[in-house]
């Protein structure tokens, strides 16, 4: 199943809509759609908050894959290239004082999947997350 | 997502229920620094009893980092309680355990103070 929607904050509950969707007509495991809400989130929001250009937002393409016993999710834009897979993991033992915010979004996505890969294809960068089922 | 607040004689017990997640982050930090400010002012501790929290992404997760900076300067003590299974996974490997242990359920939290 696929959709296409805006790179923009707004539209994070038609991304939401769109992988609820895929649950219920493909009767996928109810323990994975957290894992998958949490990653579609953070990547989202990482294409709306920096991955637009000054004419507009960038245009997503989402596709949920449901095959051999894997189900992958895979966002396209057109923004600028950008690996979000290069940011780097924060510090997760600093103290308080010193915790940073930044990159969490990113290390939550590789820990709730069993897989993370990035590409940049056709003027377009691809993130590809996977699990197994 | 809605949250309510009720005192008991020791602490403010803030009680967020639903999706913690980009939209609602920014409301409930302004909740949290607020019930952080009262609680300074008479007195009393923060629990956060999450057990109507069903999902919570890094934008909830700063609002509870925010949180927790500014309980410690307005010397405020601030307890987490009664994760769910997913929430307690995002707190547990995003290293928010060691910043916030959570504690069991309201009454361990409330006795912890």
């Known amino acids: 199943m696929q959709t296409t929607l805006p790179g923009e904050e707004s539209s994070l509950p038609q991304a939401m809509a ?6 219920e007509s493909e009767s996928l495991p109810e323990e994975l759609l957290f894992p ?6 953070e990547v989202f929001m990482n ?14 393409w ?5 095959s051999d016993g894997r189900l992958a999710l895979s966002l396209s834009d057109d923004g600028p ?5 290069a940011i780097p993991t924060p510090d997760l033992d600093a103290p308080l004082e010193e915790r940073a915010v930044g990159g969490l979004g990113v290390h939550l996505v590789r820990e709730m999947m069993a897989g993370v890969s990035y590409e940049y294809r056709d003027g377009r960068n691809v993130l590809h997350m996977w699990k197994t089922l | 997502m809605e949250t309510t607040r009720e005192n008991t004689d020791s602490a ?3 009680a967020p229920a639903g999706r913690l997640d980009f939209a609602a982050a920014a409301a409930f930090q302004d909740i949290i620094e607020k019930t952080i ?19 919570l992404s890094s934008a909830g997760l700063r609002s509870f980092l925010i949180g927790a900076r500014s309980a410690q300067t307005a010397g405020v003590k601030l307890k987490v309680c009664a994760l769910q299974k997913s929430v307690a ?3 547990d490997v995003s290293g928010f355990s060691r910043i916030l242990p959570p504690l069991s359920d309201r009454a361990a939290a409330l006795a912890a103070l």
């Open chain 1, 18 to 23: 769109f992988l609820h969707g895929c649950w």
């Open chain 1, 36 to 41: 998958f809400e949490l990653a579609l989130e």
């Open chain 1, 47 to 60: 294409v709306a908050m920096h991955g637009g250009r000054p004419e507009g937002p960038a245009r997503v």
């Open chain 1, 62 to 66: 989402l596709e949920l894959e449901h």
């Open chain 1, 81 to 85: 290239a950008f690996d979000p897979l």
């Open chain 2, 12 to 14: 403010v017990v803030l």
């Open chain 2, 37 to 55: 400010a009262d609680a300074a002012s008479a007195k009393l501790a923060v629990v956060i009893d999450c057990s109507g929290l069903d999902y």
């Open chain 2, 89 to 91: 996974e995002v707190f």
